[in-house]
């Protein structure tokens, strides 16, 4: 697929992307996703490195999964794309990051994102807060969240595994519950299509 962007320094740059990248498991795409490298790009002029969220197509060796651009975030929730029936979708490289860190670790898109729910929403609802499974061990699942530190800085959270276990034996109650449902409703499975309320105090857990 020929592409076109255009560089700080104004050089159009041209490219060839492929239809559908292989991001199977150990693949070169999946590995670049995850070290923050995927789709980099050097502009033969300047010689800077720019990585522009273009939307891409990737096959995560069981399913097709579309990158849509962060840019294009409303486009795509007001239906103006269109998505190969079956994708899942991720909007922006942090939660493609997300989403390959996630199937890596052989962990469920729908457990995390409820997990993800229940953190921001004890970490104070504000609207302007991003958050990401960065990791998983045995014993915890590690979350970065954006936006809750003056400083710019990520807050780390640290969730036991053992709460994860309990929010999968959780899923088939609250699957059929708002916001959950509006949460985990495919192709796009994600906390950041819901707007936490911040006068909604958080009472359970
Ligand atoms: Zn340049």
């Known amino acids: 697929m020929k592409r076109r962007v255009t560089c700080h320094c104004e050089q159009k740059i041209d490219f060839d992307t492929p239809e559908v990248y292989d991001a199977a498991p150990g693949s070169p795409t999946r590995e ?30 069981e399913r097709t999964v579309v990158l849509v651009p962060e840019a294009r975030r409303n486009s ?11 994708a899942a979708v991720v909007v922006g490289f942090g939660e493609l990051r997300e989403r390959m860190i996630v199937l890596d670790a052989g962990l469920r898109v729908d457990v995390v994102e409820a997990l993800k729910y229940q953190i ?35 807050a780390v959270m640290r969730v036991p595994r053992s709460a994860y276990d309990r ?5 088939r109650l609250k699957a059929n519950e708002e916001p959950y449902r509006t949460i985990l409703s495919p192709p796009y499975v994600s ?15």
């Open 32 to 61: 670049a996703i995850v070290d923050g490298t995927f789709l980099t790009i050097t502009c033969d002029r300047c010689g800077e490195e720019i990585r522009p969220e273009l939307e891409a197509t990737l096959h995560d060796g």
């Open 191 to 205: 906390i950041n299509k819901i707007e936490l309320d911040p006068e909604e105090a958080s009472d359970d857990g």
């Open 167 to 171: 929010a999968t034996a959780d899923m």
């Open 120 to 154: 921001l929403r004890k970490a104070g609802p504000r609207t302007d807060l991003r958050i990401f499974c960065v990791e998983s061990t045995s014993n915890e699942l590690v979350f970065h969240i954006h936006g809750l530190r003056d400083d710019d800085e990520v």
């Open 76 to 86: 795509f929730l007001l239906g103006a794309l269109r998505i190969p029936k079956d």
